[in-house]
């Protein structure tokens, strides 16, 4: 059947626009104003961008199903104890699917392109903050629950994550005039979140010594999470291995690809590690920690969504031209007559 289909033609890095270039990707790059079919119909051939969308389009309903199975396998709607965790799992299948899509459909035009990445943006700042929910609530070392970083953890991940995708989105406009600080914005926006959620975790597994540091088989899980973390970090900022050996990367192996498949491996671990800390702390967490309500576990997630939303919009009305003032439309409109009856 697929013999039938004519696959869109991919092109070199000095046939594209500059915007559309990537760091030492040399080939396999798709038209720069795709049809939304050329869009879907690239994801069956090999271009540079297919491993980008495989690699979290298929992983998206591997969350999925991790999220059903919690939903209809666990009494869910009684239990507000996992409350955390359903936030938690929802925000692990947004944000591979927002990645996948933005892959898929970058190619449009320079303004989807744009905006595709913002969405991609929101999707990690949400998915930031579904990691932070669940760390107030399983995840916070004994000797700390119920102190002063306890009380303003949550508060302070969602005000950051207003300011790490307005960073974000804002670091896609000096990208020409000023590459090195585009990329100093981008990533300081996925960083800074990943710092500040787990610092409690930091302290648990690296620092803390003695009576409250909460030491059990979750721990391990927690440290490859961090461990895949900071390579994920170091992947997104060196471009390597493509910048050694541009050209040799450009379908399979390049760093945007590992970057990918790392996050998701470490996504998988500390999906482990919540899901452990959860069940062997449950008793002494109902006991000492402040009660798991609705609006505590949804209310920071709806808020965090709608205010990404709102920062996707202001920072994407610039790309779409306004309506031509009235007096134009209608000298326009004149011509159009004039033009179409000769």
Not at 121 to 130: F, I, K, Q, V
Request: include cysteine.
């Amino acid at each position: 059947m697929f013999s039938l289909i004519k696959l869109p033609r991919v092109f070199s890095v000095h046939q594209v626009p500059r915007a559309f270039q990537e760091d030492s990707i040399i080939s396999g790059y798709r038209h720069p104003r795709s049809s939304a079919t050329d869009c879907v119909l690239s994801l069956f051939q090999l271009t540079n961008e297919t491993l980008n969308v495989w690699t979290h389009f298929l992983p998206t309903w591997y969350f999925l199903w991790k999220l059903l199975t919690v939903v209809f396998m666990q009494d869910v709607w009684s239990d507000a104890y996992s409350w955390p965790l359903l936030v938690y799992l929802l925000s692990c299948c947004v944000y591979p699917l927002a990645s996948s899509c933005a892959h898929t459909f970058s190619s449009m035009s320079m303004r989807a392109r744009h905006v595709c990445f913002f969405f991609d943006y929101g999707a990690l700042s949400l998915y930031s903050l579904g990691s932070a929910i669940t760390y107030s609530a399983y995840v916070m070392p004994d000797a700390w629950v119920n102190g002063p970083f306890h009380t303003y953890y949550i508060p302070v991940a969602v005000f950051n994550t207003a300011l790490c995708t307005t960073m974000a989105c804002y670091s896609r406009f000096p990208e020409f005039q000023r590459p090195k600080l585009s990329k100093v914005l981008r990533v300081s926006a996925f960083t800074y979140p990943y710092l500040f959620d787990n610092i409690p975790l930091f302290y648990r597994i690296f620092l803390c010594v003695g009576e409250g540091c909460t030491v059990n088989e979750a721990n391990s899980f927690h440290v490859y999470h961090t461990l895949l973390a900071f390579l994920t970090g170091f992947l997104f900022a060196t471009h390597l291995p493509e910048r050694l050996a541009p050209g040799r990367f450009d379908y399979i192996g390049h760093s945007h690809q590992l970057f990918h498949v790392c996050g998701i491996i470490g996504t998988h671990f500390q999906m482990q590690a919540i899901e452990v800390d959860m069940k062997r702390r449950r008793p002494w967490l109902l006991a000492h920690a402040p009660a798991i309500t609705l609006g505590g576990a949804v209310g920071p997630a709806a808020l965090s969504s709608l205010l990404s939303l709102g920062i996707i919009y202001v920072f994407s009305r610039p790309l779409f031209p306004g309506p031509a003032p009235r007096t134009e439309l209608r000298k326009g409109s004149g011509r159009a007559r004039r033009s179409c009856c000769h």
